[in-house]
């Protein structure tokens, strides 16, 4: 199977230690966060989360339609939070169909 480019950038972000995982390691970052992504397949709670995440750090939300714990080959992921300004914006240009931009905000 094929990567998208963004799984790519994503990969790139778990080795370089730029990405945090789930909302209780998100809840605990004072700054830094440049983009959020949620999977499609969230509960009603945790898109809320992701909302008030999102305003928390002035950051992008993109939306990841199918298979993120597979990207992130956690089990159970549902919400990541990229922290490297250039992956961020790396992934927000190339967008695909599996990933759509939820809400806006500055990188």
Do not use: H, W
Not at 74 to 92: H, M, N, V
């Amino acid at each position: 199977m094929v990567k998208s480019k963004i799984e790519t950038y994503i990969g790139f972000c778990i080795k370089s230690g730029k990405i945090s995982l789930g909302s209780g390691a998100i809840s605990t970052l004072k700054g830094g966060v440049k983009l959020l992504i949620l999977d499609g397949t969230a509960a009603k709670n945790s898109k809320r989360l992701a909302l008030k995440f999102k305003n928390r750090f002035n950051c992008p939300l993109i939306i990841c339609k199918s298979g993120f714990e597979q990207v992130v080959n956690r089990e159970g992921a549902k919400l990541a939070a990229i922290l490297d300004e250039e992956l961020s914006k790396a992934i927000l240009q190339n967008l695909d169909v599996n990933y759509e931009l939820y809400a806006g905000g500055s990188i």
